[in-house]
Nanobody, 126 residues
Framework: QVHLVETGGGLVQAGESLRLSCAAS????????MAWFRQSPGKEREFVAA????????YYGDSVKGRFASTRDNAKNTVHLQMDDLNPEDTAVYYC???????????????????WGQGTQVTVSS
């Protein structure tokens, strides 16, 4: 089992950057596919980014491709989400998730993940 805690959310203006972190305890993040999802009121949980456990390949949602970057620090058992050029549509609660046995075809499906953090709020003002 793994426990996830997200930090780094906050209020920024459009065009600015934020870096989210997800600290894991219990098992090493290298064992899991690690992902970021986000959810805003009235909307479904949206895939943002993921690092696939076996290949270390990175995948991104279409709305954040080219602006966001996900990294993994196995030594610190932490994953990060660097978010650049933020816009008001990026406003949401951001969640870190870990999946142990999910296959690549399900990497964008939130139901495929086993463990979730509590979420951190990101608000982007125009």
């Amino acid at each position: 089992q793994v426990h996830l805690v997200e930090t780094g959310g906050g209020l920024v203006q459009a065009g600015e950057s934020l870096r989210l972190s997800c600290a894991a305890s219990g098992r090493t993040v290298g064992m899991y596919t690690m992902a970021w999802f986000r959810q805003s009121p009235g909307k479904e949980r949206e895939f943002v980014a993921a690092i696939f456990r076996s290949s270390n390949s990175r995948y991104y949602g279409d709305s954040v491709k080219g602006r966001f970057a996900s990294t993994r620090d196995n030594a610190k058992n932490t994953v990060h989400l660097q978010m650049d050029d933020l816009n008001p549509e990026d406003t949401a609660v951001y969640y870190c998730a870990a999946g142990l046995k999910l296959v690549l075809s399900s990497i964008r499906q939130h139901t495929a993940y086993d463990y979730w953090g509590q979420g951190t709020q990101v608000t982007v003002s125009s």
